[in-house]
């Protein structure tokens, strides 16, 4: 089995900064792509930032410049570092990751269960 546990998230006010972590564990053979993606109620799940496992990076329009991504592949972990944080990130964050896992050598997407980051004005 895997999981991702999310880590980080809470309430800051505007111009703040948060860092959210995402590790996963258990039967993991090798993590492709991690990803962070973030929800408010009654809208989509969109996705914020994403990592290869070669470090390649794409962002959001809307974080570009305020948000960095990063991992660390012997951890196994994702990082957000969100800076200059605005009421509109205000969202339920989400990480994933594309797992290939150990047993079965396939390859699976998985995601951690979401951290709430408030940001008020």
């Known amino acids: 089995q895997v999981q991702l546990v999310e880590s980080g998230g809470g309430l800051v006010q505007a111009g703040g900064s948060l860092r959210l972590s995402c590790a996963a564990s258990?039967?993991?053979?090798?993590?492709?792509?991690m990803a962070w993606y973030r929800q408010v109620p009654g809208k989509q799940r969109e996705l914020v930032t994403l990592?290869?496992?070669?470090?390649?990076?794409n962002y959001a329009d809307s974080v570009k410049g305020r948000f960095t991504i990063s991992r660390d592949n012997a951890k196994n972990t994702v990082y957000l570092q969100m800076n200059s944080l605005k009421p509109e990130d205000t969202a339920v964050y989400y990480c994933?990751?594309?797992?290939?896992?150990?047993?079965?050598?396939?390859?699976?997407?998985?995601w951690g269960q979401g951290t709430q980051v408030t940001v008020s004005s």
């Open positions: 994933n990751a594309d797992i290939v896992v150990r047993d079965s050598m396939k390859q699976f997407r998985y």
């Open positions: 258990g039967s993991i053979f090798s993590v492709v792509a």
């Open positions: 990592i290869t496992s070669g470090g390649n990076t």
